[in-house]
């Protein structure tokens, strides 16, 4: 039996999550679920981005809804058009088998007048970003003064968009018998100001702790000088050559400039910002999906909404301003049951934001160094490896093999594979070989082969995520292997055919007996000390100089991606807590621009709402 079953689904819902393939429902759809179907009662469900909340309210509404019926019934608010869209099209897949059911996407950037004729013709649901649908209230071209049902989707994310005065509007518009449920990823002040005025008695359903960080992402800060941002930020991603990742800046100018820059030094980027029209963020998006793009580089208001799989990394080029911001940032990787990775690039200055951070998601950040040249130029050796072992081979290149056997007949084996090799890792090579250490504190740096007495030791395993593992099943098969306690693995670090880990040097001589002498399914073990150390010191330092907890590193995966000709630091001041530009308050569209002028959290020494302009 289907899981989704026993919720208490109907049949024409049970055969639409057939068909996508749905089998087992996710913890807020378990818990909204049957709760909703049961009774009509106001709720507040607080889950991160990515956990399927779509379907937790989604499915009980549209079991609700009576399709014979042609009046609008419900109405769904969410933050952006993107996000909007979205929705749309996954009630539009869920209801597939309820026929009369209408479903419409209400937002800016489209014709109002397109979009009102067709509730005319018959909406029972409503999908609809605040700005558009309090303009179409405003001009009488919608009535919701009847609907039995209002979603606030992304609660925190449509207030913190500055959208507080629109929902209160609207809400006040809509019946007060009516069913009211928020979902959001946190619980700031705004929020729980909406529940109190216009919900009642609200049940709420939490997924993992309130406020706090998905388990399945590792957080990592990386310590530089303001001018390296963006020399560190291409390490980073040449240090994972596979990486699929949103990097985040806080204004369009800089989102703008870092993905110029990324382009020019030939990695794979694009940017993402409110200066784009709706047809340059589609043709954006649609080569983001298709993978045609590793690095999207993003405002938090242009990248709200997006729905990606299997995002490898969230690079925070810049901190934002407040908390909950970051949760949603993080939240962009991880999804589905998947690890993923949030990487911070920060200053000194900035250390404080990192503990503020800690402290409301409930996780702790790992220091860790900016990977060194030769680090990386050995990541990229082995990645080049892995990709000639794994090619798929043309057999059209057959025609040309006397031709090229001639070419290469006098080079011997070991020559050959050298110089095929070098064809792609020279460019490496001679980038990085002349290239200085970028982290502010990098500590002493150990030659290979060398045991230290004391302090951490860095290791190089022959396994990575070809063999199914991420940073949390290899750390958990260290960790049992070895018969080592949790905190004794840390800072692993997962490539494609190899990765990293450290212990304390006490350990290492049983790490190298145990494992050298291991077959994992049939294939021997290698294990070797690094020449990096992954960092001087085998526990995390606090801001205070303290001992800290350790936490296990990310899952950094390998790949491919033409790169540099160039190399150099950032040419702009772009780091540290330097105000930004006047906000612009203009509505454009859905008025995704807007601030707050309501206040809010206070998070960041109170730094709210200096959010850039979209």
């Known amino acids: 039996m289907n899981k989704f079953e026993q919720l208490g689904l109907n049949e024409s819902l049970l055969l639409a999550i057939k068909d996508l393939g749905f089998e087992s429902p996710s913890e807020v759809q378990e818990?909204?679920?049957?709760?909703?179907?049961?009774?009509?009662?106001?709720?507040?469900?607080?889950?991160?981005?990515?956990?399927?909340?779509?379907?937790?309210?989604?499915?009980?509404?549209i079991q609700k809804i009576d399709a014979e019926n042609r009046d609008t019934q419900a109405l769904i608010l969410s933050p952006t058009r993107e996000l909007c869209l979205q929705i749309t099209n996954e009630i539009k897949l869920y209801s597939k088998y309820i026929k009369g059911l209408n479903t419409v996407a209400i937002y800016g950037g489209a014709s109002i007048t397109e979009q009102a004729n067709q509730i005319r013709r018959g909406a029972q649901?409503?999908?609809?970003?605040?700005?558009?649908?309090?303009?179409?209230?405003?001009?009488n071209m919608v009535n919701i003064k009847n609907i039995n049902y209002c979603v606030l989707d992304e609660a925190d994310e449509m207030l913190n968009m500055g959208f507080y005065e629109d929902i209160t509007a609207i809400l006040s518009d809509t019946p007060k018998d009516k069913s009211t449920w928020l979902f959001s990823a946190t619980m700031p002040q705004e929020v729980a100001r909406i529940a109190k005025d216009f919900m009642r008695k609200p049940l709420e359903i939490t997924v993992g702790h309130k406020n706090s960080g998905n388990e399945n992402v590792s957080h990592e800060f990386y310590l530089v000088s303001a001018r390296d941002r963006y020399a560190a930020l291409k390490r980073l991603a040449d240090a994972n050559p596979d990486i699929f990742s949103v990097v985040f800046c806080r204004t369009k100018r800089d989102t703008q400039a870092v993905a110029e820059k990324l382009i020019e030094d030939g990695y794979s980027a694009a940017a993402l910002h409110g200066d784009l029209s709706q047809s340059q963020r589609d043709g954006v998006m649609k080569s983001f999906r298709g993978?045609?793009?590793?690095?999207?580089?993003?405002?938090?208001?242009?990248?709200?909404?997006?729905?990606?799989?299997?995002?490898?990394h969230v690079i925070n080029y810049q901190l934002p301003d407040e908390v909950e911001t970051y949760t949603h940032r993080s939240g962009r990787t991880g999804r589905a049951g998947k690890s993923g990775t949030s990487l911070v690039i920060i200053t000194k200055s900035e250390l404080r934001k990192i503990s503020a951070i800690e402290r409301i998601i409930k996780m702790k950040f790992e220091e860790k160094p900016i990977p060194s040249g030769m680090e990386i130029c050995q990541i990229q050796l082995f990645h080049l490896a892995n990709r000639i072992k794994d090619v798929e081979v043309d057999h059209e290149i057959d025609a040309y093999l006397p031709a090229i056997e001639e070419?290469?007949?006098?080079?011997?084996?070991?020559e050959l594979i050298k110089k095929m090799v070098s064809v792609e890792f020279n460019r490496f090579i001679n980038?990085?070989?002349?290239?200085?250490?970028?982290?502010?504190d990098p500590g002493t740096r150990r030659e290979a082969g060398v045991i230290p007495t004391d302090g951490a030791v860095r290791f190089f395993i022959n396994i990575g995520s070809r063999d199914n593992f991420d940073w949390m099943s290899l750390k958990d098969f260290l960790k049992d292997t070895l018969d080592l306690g949790r905190d004794d693995v840390f800072k692993?670090?997962?490539?494609?055919?190899?990765?990293?880990?450290?212990?304390?040097?006490?350990?290492?001589?049983?790490?190298?007996e145990i494992l050298n002498a291991f077959n994992l399914e049939g294939r021997k073990i290698n294990v070797e000390i690094s020449k990096n150390d992954g960092g001087s010191s085998s526990r995390r330092r606090d801001h205070n100089g303290r001992?800290?907890?350790?936490?296990?590193?990310?899952?950094?995966?390998?790949?491919?991606?033409?790169?540099?000709?160039s190399g150099g630091g950032d040419r702009r001041s772009s780091g540290g807590d330097r105000k930004f530009e006047s906000r612009n308050n203009d509505r454009r569209g859905d008025r995704s621009s807007r601030n707050s002028s309501e206040g809010g959290s206070k998070f960041f020494e109170k730094a709210k709402r200096s959010r850039r302009s979209e």
């Open 31 to 61: 818990k909204a679920i049957p709760l909703l179907l049961e009774k009509d009662t106001d709720i507040v469900a607080l889950a991160q981005t990515g956990t399927g909340k779509t379907a937790a309210f989604g499915f009980p509404l």
């Open 125 to 139: 649901i409503i999908v609809a970003t605040p700005g558009r649908m309090q303009d179409m209230i405003n001009r």
């Open 291 to 312: 993978r045609q793009i590793q690095m999207l580089v993003a405002t938090d208001v242009a990248a709200r909404g997006i729905d990606v799989d299997d995002i490898t």
């Open 407 to 414: 070419v290469l007949k006098d080079l011997p084996k070991e």
């Open 431 to 440: 980038y990085y070989k002349k290239s200085r250490d970028l982290s502010s």
């Open 492 to 512: 692993v670090d997962v490539k494609e055919g190899f990765s990293f880990f450290n212990t304390d040097a006490s350990l290492a001589p049983k790490v190298m």
């Open 547 to 565: 001992g800290g907890e350790r936490r296990s590193g990310g899952s950094g995966r390998s790949g491919s991606g033409d790169r540099r000709n």
